[in-house]
């Protein structure tokens, strides 16, 4: 029995010898380099439309593990929006004409290291899932995620990422943003279809605060640094709706609150947002120095402040409570920020003159019915209903005219009585028919 299995062992040794060795140098001699050209190949040759103009770069791209891999100095470089130097930029403090500013650059995304796992276990299931770790931002984001069709959660988690070193979120919302980011985010799709998915989402950004002094909004005021405390955000997904639970700071310089929804689409940027977002300056920092009173006004006084001449839209948003309102609708990579003076859908969208719900039709110009517009005046001072109109009497035979009582219009009698069913008239030529007598001196000609 021995004998045997040694024999057996034999003859298994040099095929798992040989399987053991090509795995061990493909792995170490794998042309890593070839493939981080491809990847960037691959990238570019998908840019078109709107992603036209993004690049990718990769410093260096290796193996990790035995099933992922790892890449440092990873570069994406987003083209300037073209919108940045209008008025009618993305964010609701963006735009503005600075003659001093230079031109708008590229946005770029820097992460210093980045790895991806293809995990095992699940792929038993019949479920392809990616685990990934990057460091970016001073921090870390880590997770999983479904490829392809795969049922399964997206799990994502944020850890110390610092906002001020993400470009992208100053260019958005057209000024600079301070503070550190922590939280969590999970959305289970059913079916792989995120349009129907369900989920959480915790975010809290620690010590928050916008402005440094130097940024101009709207290319005209430099807004000093203000803080907003703790941002606390928190949501709740069902069936492909994200809504907004709780969204508020109440930081010594800035107080924030807000509400509304997203519904959950493919891809994630078509994503259809629906907020309503409203923040209010402090008195203490309104009276914080000279600069903050002449910007923003002294507390109590009614008359606009530079900070609202900056845009008729600013002073639009300006509510009675003292907040400024705002709306971000639309898609996530094209959202729009437009003034609202309510908390909310619900609150009012109150409707100004011609915005009616009920459909309307343009008037052709032509009346209804018949026109009183001559027998108007006469009609009022005589204090009765205004006559019918006479038909068109025929030339052949004018009757004599009657007096008629001019205390209200008689009704009209049809033109034609019914011929007897019993007793026929015969027929008559034409030539020899009398002249129809008139509607209304018929009842007035029978009794003679």
Not at 283 to 309: C, I, M, V, W
Not at 315 to 328: E, I, L
Request: glycine letters at 10%; a neutral charge; proline letters at 10%.
């Amino acid at each position: 029995m021995k004998a045997r299995f040694l024999r057996f062992a034999k003859l298994l040794a040099y095929p798992a010898l040989y399987c053991l060795c090509l795995g061990l140098f493909f792995y170490l001699a794998f042309p890593w380099d070839r493939l981080k050209d491809r990847l960037i190949a691959e990238f570019q040759a998908n840019q078109k439309g709107k992603n036209a103009g993004q690049r990718l770069e990769i410093d260096e791209l290796d193996s990790y593990w035995f099933t992922g891999v790892e890449a440092t100095g990873v570069r994406l470089y987003l083209p300037p929006d073209e919108s940045s130097s209008s008025s009618s930029a993305s964010g609701p403090f963006g735009g503005g004409t600075d003659k001093d500013k230079p031109a708008p650059k590229e946005t770029v995304i820097q992460l210093d290291e980045v790895e991806a796992r293809l995990q095992i276990l699940p792929l038993f299931l019949g479920r392809v899932r990616v685990k990934f770790w990057a460091k970016a931002f001073d921090g870390e984001v880590k997770g999983t995620v479904p490829v392809g069709g795969s049922s399964g959660p997206v799990e994502v988690e944020l850890e110390g990422v610092d906002l001020a070193k993400v470009d992208l979120i100053k260019d958005f919302l057209g000024v600079p943003v301070r503070g550190v980011a922590k939280g969590n985010f999970e959305l289970a799709a059913e079916g792989g279809k995120f349009s129907k998915a369900n989920g959480t989402l915790d975010l809290t950004i620690a010590e928050m605060s916008v402005g440094d002094g130097k940024s101009k909004l709207k290319g005209q005021i430099a807004l000093p640094e203000a803080k907003l405390g703790d941002l606390v955000i928190a949501a709740e997904a069902k069936e492909g709706v994200l809504k907004i639970t709780k969204l508020e700071a109440n930081g010594t310089d800035i107080e924030l609150a807000g509400d509304g929804k997203v519904n959950v689409r493919e891809p994630w940027n078509a994503s259809a947002a629906d907020l309503y977002v409203r923040f209010k300056f402090t008195d203490a920092y309104r009276n914080k120095s000279d600069l903050t009173k002449s910007l923003l006004g002294a507390p109590g006084s009614s008359a606009p402040s530079l900070f609202e001449l900056a845009d008729p839209k600013i002073k639009k948003s300006k509510r009675t409570d003292g907040f400024y309102g705002w709306h971000a609708h639309g898609a996530l990579s094209r959202m729009k920020f437009d003034p609202h003076s309510t908390d909310g859908p619900a609150a009012g969208r109150g409707r100004g003159k011609g915005d009616s719900p009920f459909p309307t039709k343009k008037s052709s110009g032509l009346p209804l019915g018949t026109s009183t517009a001559k027998d108007k005046g006469s009609d009022e001072e005589s204090g009765r209903a205004p006559a019918e109109p006479k038909p068109a009497e025929p030339k052949a035979a004018e009757p004599r005219p009657v007096d008629v009582p001019r205390e209200a219009p008689l009704p009209a009698e049809p033109t034609e009585k019914p011929a007897p069913v019993d007793a026929p008239a015969p027929a008559m030529p034409p030539e020899e028919l009398p002249p129809p007598p008139s509607p209304r001196l018929n009842r007035q000609a029978e009794p003679e």
